[in-house]
């Protein structure tokens, strides 16, 4: 389940909003619990990071958008901002705050949809979902986002993390499925990339958090088409 929250002085564009976000739930089967503010000093008071995605109207009586998001910001990197306004002219000061796009009013759902999606998409990468890994001992807990690439050895999984390195009996084609909805991508027969971690692709390797991994020909225009449409969709 993703927050939502409406940060909106106008009552009947907040009540249009909520029911884009009702409508969009129920065509995807996608769930989200919204919370609504008639203004940016509503959304301040007390404010701690519990939101995914917000959309903020600029122009309100008491805080505005504009300001709302860079208090926002001190206190919260990760929540997703969409400036909701009928001029376009500020919308775009919204890039100095990180927003990810404007939607215009008067606010058509077709529109909203499109841009909805772009905001679940970015805060799904942005939370760092946990799998559960079966090792010999126990069952750990690992954040998606900081597990670097897996490697198969020997019918072996081995889960390179930024908390070390964990063993598993498995197959890459099951941990592969698995950690596909988190942007995992397999560069050869022996390993699944985070793409969130590629820092260069060289001519038949890529590096990942540090580790120089080979790239197949096979898989090689998979992969790049991977991480080139990644790269276009993250901030």
């Known amino acids: 389940m993703l927050r939502v929250a409406i940060v909106e002085d106008e ?4 009540e249009q909003i909520r029911g884009y976000i009702d409508q969009y739930a129920q065509s995807t089967g996608q769930t989200f619990e919204v919370h609504a503010f008639a203004d940016g000093a509503d959304i301040l008071q007390n404010y701690e990071p519990r939101y995914d995605i917000i959309l903020l109207d600029i122009e ?11 208090a926002i910001r001190e206190k919260d990197e990760t929540v997703v901002l969409i400036f ?11 890039y100095s705050v990180g927003a990810l796009d404007f939607v215009m009013k008067p606010v058509s759902y077709y529109t909203f949809q499109l841009k909805f999606a772009r905001a679940i998409e970015r805060a799904g990468r942005r939370r760092n979902e946990e799998i559960l890994l079966n090792l010999p ?3 750990q807990r690992v954040g998606v986002r900081d597990i670097y690439y897996v490697e198969v050895q ?3 999984l081995h889960y390179h993390t930024a908390r070390g390195e964990f063993l598993l009996r ?3 084609q099951n941990a592969e499925k698995q950690l596909a909805p988190y942007h995992f991508v397999k560069c050869n027969h022996w390993y699944v990339v985070n793409l969130m971690h590629v820092e260069q692709v060289r001519k038949d390797t890529v590096v990942v958090a540090g580790h120089e991994l080979e790239i197949s020909r096979r898989a090689r225009t998979a992969f790049l088409n991977a991480l080139t449409e990644y790269m276009g969709g993250s901030s």
Do not use: F, S, W
């Open 137 to 139: 001992d126990r069952i």
């Open 170 to 172: 498995g197959t890459l």
């Open 60 to 70: 309100m009586p008491k805080v505005d958008g504009m300001e709302a998001a860079r």
């Open 84 to 94: 909701i306004t009928n001029m376009a002219q500020y919308a775009i000061r919204g």
């Open 154 to 156: 020997d019918h072996i």
């Open 11 to 14: 009552t009947a564009c907040a």
